[in-house]
């Protein structure tokens, strides 16, 4: 299995970026996927999931809430973060992850994750 997260870069603060996360190797279809980030110093943290199949639940952090949106598109394989109003607290690697237990619904912060992608780095400037 292969998470392959990719579209991270530099952007001054209010810009955007999109994230993308390439999924092989698993029935991704079957797959909840989610959004970590890991800012130097700090725990990694739950940026946003969105549920298997259809991704018709979706999950986000307080601080990423109106700004980022997460979607995913099964017939490419493919789970994505649109990022808004990038602030410089949204400096971080981010991390792609998959999990496909019913537990994720209750706790999609905390469960854990099955598969994880290898990060890539977001850095806002001020």
């Known amino acids: 299995v292969q998470l392959q997260a990719s579209g991270g870069g530099l952007v001054q603060a209010g810009g955007s970026l999109r994230l993308s996360c390439a999924a092989s190797?698993?029935?991704?279809?079957?797959?909840?996927m989610g959004w970590f980030r890991q800012a130097p110093g700090k725990e990694r943290e739950f940026v946003a999931g969105?549920?298997?199949?259809?991704?018709?639940?979706?999950y986000y952090a307080d601080s990423v809430k109106g700004r980022f949106t997460i979607s995913r598109d099964n017939a490419k394989n493919m789970v994505y973060l649109q990022m808004n109003s990038l602030k410089p607290e949204d400096t971080a690697v981010y991390y792609c992850?998959?999990?496909?237990?019913?537990?994720?619904?209750?706790?999609?912060?905390?469960?854990?994750?099955?598969?994880w992608g290898q990060g890539t780095q977001v850095t806002v400037s001020s």
């Open positions: 969105i549920s298997w199949s259809l991704g018709s639940t979706t």
């Open positions: 190797g698993l029935t991704f279809n079957n797959y909840n």
């Open positions: 992850a998959a999990e496909r237990s019913a537990g994720w619904f209750r706790n999609p912060f905390n469960i854990k994750y099955e598969y």
